[in-house]
């Protein structure tokens, strides 16, 4: 998985559609047209991981005086943080913020991006 939050095996996505087309009765390529949005919706992550996944990955992080949105480039593990608001002057340090482990964090305000460190 590519958040290396997996405990099992992680299916290629063309075997993973061709499955769910197999399961939802698509045989022909005519029988595209029976199917709705929902058939193909992934389902995420289970409602007992949430939690423990939200707080490793979140999503937004408050500091004081200092709102971030939180961006995953997972391919190159990589994670920016995007100014929302707040008055703080400086750029957030890198203890302020989640652990993130073996990720590059970057801090972007306007068309500024820079390392966090």
């Known amino acids: 998985m590519a958040l290396e939050e997996g405990k ?6 063309e075997a993973w559609l061709l499955k ?17 949005a929902d058939d193909l919706r992934f ?8 939690e423990r996944f939200d707080d490793k990955y979140p999503r937004r992080v408050n500091l004081s005086d200092l709102k971030l949105r939180i961006h995953y480039k997972v391919p190159v593990r990589q994670v920016i943080a995007e ?9 957030p340090k890198r203890w302020e913020l989640p652990a993130w482990s073996g990720w590059k964090v970057k ?11």
Do not use: T
């Open 8 to 13: 099992g095996e992680v299916p290629e996505a």
């Open 20 to 36: 769910k087309m197999a399961s939802l009765g698509v045989e022909r390529m005519e029988d595209r047209w029976l199917l709705e």
């Open 43 to 50: 389902p995420g992550i289970p409602d007992w991981e949430r």
């Open 83 to 91: 100014y929302v608001s707040g008055g703080r002057k400086g750029d």
């Open 107 to 117: 801090y972007r305000k306007a068309s500024r991006v820079v390392d966090v460190r």
